[in-house]
C-alpha cells in the first residue's frame, strides 16, 4: 500500500491506495474535487460538509443513471443475440422501457426530496459562516 497527498477543495488529505493504483486515485481525487468546487462556485452553499454531501448525491445519480444504461445495453445484447441465433433481422436498439423510466424518475424524486431535508438540517451550517 502508498500513500499519496491529495487537495480536495484546498484541503489536504493523505490516502493510502494499493501499488499500482494511483492514477486511478488522483482520477478520482480530480472527479471529487471538481464536482466539489462546482458546487462550492454556484455561490449557493457554503458549508463544506454540504458541498460534500451534495457532491456524493450528484455523482451517485450519475452512477445510477449509467446503471440503467448499461443494463438496457446489456439487455439489448442479449436480445439481438438471441435473435441472431435464430436467424432473424436484428432489432432496433430498444428505448428506454417505461418502468425503467418510471424508476428513474422515482430515484430523481427521492434525491431531491433528500437534498431538500439535507438543506433543511444543514441551514444552520450557513449561519455559523
Known amino acids: 500500500m502508498k500513500q499519496i497527498e491529495v487537495q480536495i477543495l484546498q484541503?489536504?488529505?493523505v490516502l493510502t491506495c494499493p501499488d499500482g493504483q494511483e492514477e486511478r486515485v488522483l482520477e478520482a481525487v480530480r472527479r471529487v474535487d471538481e464536482a466539489m468546487t462546482r458546487i462550492?462556485?454556484?455561490?449557493?452553499?457554503?458549508?463544506?460538509?454540504?458541498?460534500?454531501?451534495?457532491?456524493?448525491?450528484?455523482?451517485?445519480?450519475?452512477?445510477?443513471?449509467?446503471?440503467?444504461?448499461?443494463?438496457?445495453?446489456?439487455?439489448?445484447?442479449?436480445?439481438?443475440?438471441?435473435?441472431?441465433?435464430?436467424?432473424q433481422p436484428a432489432p432496433q436498439v430498444p428505448e428506454i422501457s417505461p418502468e425503467a423510466l418510471a424508476e428513474q424518475q422515482r430515484q430523481q424524486a427521492l434525491a431531491e426530496q433528500l437534498v431538500l431535508r439535507l438543506d433543511q438540517a444543514l441551514e444552520s451550517d450557513a449561519k455559523l459562516l
Open 40 to 87: 462550492r462556485d454556484s455561490g449557493k452553499v457554503r458549508s463544506r460538509e454540504r458541498v460534500a454531501v451534495l457532491a456524493a448525491l450528484n455523482m451517485a445519480f450519475d452512477v445510477l443513471d449509467r446503471d440503467i444504461q448499461h443494463a438496457q445495453m446489456a439487455a439489448a445484447h442479449a436480445e439481438m443475440q438471441a435473435m441472431a441465433q435464430e436467424e
Open 11 to 13: 484541503q489536504s488529505y
